[in-house]
């Protein structure tokens, strides 16, 4: 089970930090990844990161203002997101992979799983 947490509302500009933590069995060797869907839109892509944390993979629309990161240790991935703009607003899904983060990037998913939401609304 995969818990998404760390969404709300925030100013353009602003900062927010998701996490989502592993339970019930540990996803160490696992691709983690973050992925987003606004109203009326298909899912995208947002970031991306190897079991090892060696391998990272942005959309190019968030790349320069967010930072993936993961702790093996406590099972959970982590999406920095600075500068935020209100096209960042959309629900945020974690998922786990055992694809490559730049297998993610290019929706090739396998062995998947993946959280509820956690909703990010950007104000102008």
């Known amino acids: 089970q995969l818990q998404a947490s760390g969404g709300g509302l925030v100013q353009a500009g602003g900062s927010l930090r998701l996490s989502c933590a592993a339970s019930g069995r540990t996803f160490s060797r696992y691709t983690m990844g973050w992925f987003r869907q606004a109203p009326g839109k298909e899912r995208e892509f947002v970031a991306a990161?190897?079991?090892?944390?060696?391998?990272?993979n942005y959309a190019d629309s968030v790349k320069g203002r967010s930072t993936i990161s993961r702790d093996n240790a406590k099972n959970t991935v982590h999406l920095q997101m600075n500068s935020l703009k209100p096209e960042d607003t959309a629900a945020y899904y974690c998922a786990v992979s055992s694809t490559s983060p730049t297998a993610q990037r290019m929706g090739v998913m396998r062995d998947d799983y993946w959280g509820q939401g956690t909703q990010v609304t950007v104000s102008s």
């Open positions: 990161i190897s079991w090892s944390g060696g391998s990272t």
